[in-house]
């Protein structure tokens, strides 16, 4: 059977199969993405075989697309009314709940280890979460509130603070490994231009196809051209993203930050209206790719140092988001529940892990190959976990705030 044709009937099949096993979850109340990432571990590589790991290559412009249109969804909800009506909060629950996770996890993995470059790696990954699971069970569940406002902005941008605290930790983790070998020099500096470069390409790069899709979508009549113009300018921003190596999540959320604050509402919500109901099909294909891509087989071998970081991401993760609405002064509700909402983590960690194997690789030491190991074992076995039980906590911590508007 040739490629393409092997594709496409897998692909339906995938379609046909994943809602009818979606549909089953949702009947025994659990989230439909778990279903779909259920089918995706049976097919994949940990059981039948049948998605081989080639195929998961070629069909990752699925998981780009998908991750392309959820960044732009969180960017439609990120107005700065909203923004401004949620006020300081907001910005120091971010920065809580991603500095609170890094340092748990550094602590945590240096006392169990006492090995300063692997504990700095490991807490680097913490921060980073899965925007595609929040926003799934939001969109399933058709949540609406304040803590469903909040975990918008949260899951947005603290992938951004995510990838400028990477940057400087594996900086520091390098500078750290070549002191230990004679004759290496690390360019630390060098190391920490990098990620904050790409921050601020994101926005750059984002805020300009926003202003122009914005200027271009004012001026349309029929409400089904809409979804045209925006399916045009995520590629566009996801293909400028790889591209140039920025951001792909934060890129795809400043185009739709600028539409929602350049446009009238009445037009985003046309926008919008029209994603929701292509969201639905992305997301059994993307979380069925997702579930492909796990090995299960690796669960086993993640050992303490995974049981650890669990623990210390979790602990995190829940206690800075807390801490950071109680300094905030957010809603009761936001200060409960919202770190139960942002604990999925998956492809940016994933990569980051992968970005550490190659890059200390090069270092050429025992101890830089020995960490990048144990990082891409460890992530990978443990964004399984999160994976599994984000999407759960989410859905609970919308129930109890009193913000899913139906039940099914």
């Not at 807490?123 to 980073?128: E, F, I, K, L, R």
């Not at 113009?229 to 185009?255: C, D, K, P, W």
């Not at 942002?342 to 090069?362: C, R, Y």
């Amino acid at each position: 059977m040739e490629p393409n044709e092997k594709f496409f009937i897998l692909l339906g099949l995938v379609a046909v199969a994943g809602y009818y096993i979606g549909d089953l979850a949702r009947k025994i109340r659990l989230p439909s993405l778990l279903g779909y990432m259920l089918l995706g571990v049976l097919l994949g590589t940990s059981f039948a075989g049948l998605v081989k790991t080639t195929d998961l290559h070629h069909l990752e412009f699925i998981t780009e697309i998908t991750l392309g249109f959820v960044a732009f969804m969180i960017g439609t909800e990120l107005s700065l009314v909203s923004l401004r009506r949620q006020g300081f909060g907001i910005v120091v629950i971010i920065l809580s709940e991603s500095f609170a996770a890094f340092f748990v996890v550094l602590g945590a993995v240096y006392l169990l280890t006492r090995d300063l470059p692997m504990a700095l790696v490991f807490g680097a990954m913490a921060p980073a979460s899965a925007p595609a699971g929040t926003v799934a069970v939001i969109q399933e569940y058709r949540a609406r509130g304040s803590l469903t406002k909040a975990l918008y902005a949260v899951v947005g941008f603290d992938d951004g603070l995510a990838i400028i605290i990477f940057g400087f930790a594996s900086a520091l983790a390098k500078h750290l490994l070549a002191s230990e070998s004679s004759g290496i020099t690390e360019n630390m500096l060098g190391s920490l231009v990098d990620p904050v470069l790409e921050i601020m390409m994101s926005f750059i790069f984002g805020g300009v196809l926003g202003f122009v899709l914005s200027f271009l979508i004012r001026r349309l009549s029929q409400e089904r051209d809409y979804f045209i113009l925006v399916f045009g300018f995520v590629l566009m921003a996801i293909g400028l993203s790889e591209r140039y190596h920025l951001s792909l999540i934060l890129t795809n959320m400043i185009v739709g930050i600028v539409l929602v604050n350049t446009c009238r509402e009445s037009l985003v919500q046309k926008v919008t209206r029209q994603l929701r109901v292509t969201n639905p099909f992305l997301f059994i294909l993307f979380f069925f790719l997702a579930g492909a891509h796990l090995n299960v087989s690796a669960l086993p071998a993640m050992g303490m140092v995974g049981f650890v970081y669990i623990v210390g991401r979790s602990t995190g993760l829940l206690g800075g988001a807390y801490i950071g609405a109680v300094i905030g002064k957010s809603d009761e509700k936001i200060k409960k529940y919202l770190g139960f909402g942002i604990l999925s983590q998956a492809g940016v960690a994933i990569g980051l892990s992968l970005i550490v194997s190659k890059e200390f690789a090069l270092i050429g030491t025992e101890h830089a190959d020995k960490i990048g190991i144990s990082i891409i074992t460890t992530i990978t076995a443990t964004c399984i976990f999160f994976e599994i039980v984000g999407p759960i906590f989410t859905k609970i911590a919308l129930e109890r705030s009193g913000e899913i508007q139906t039940k099914e």
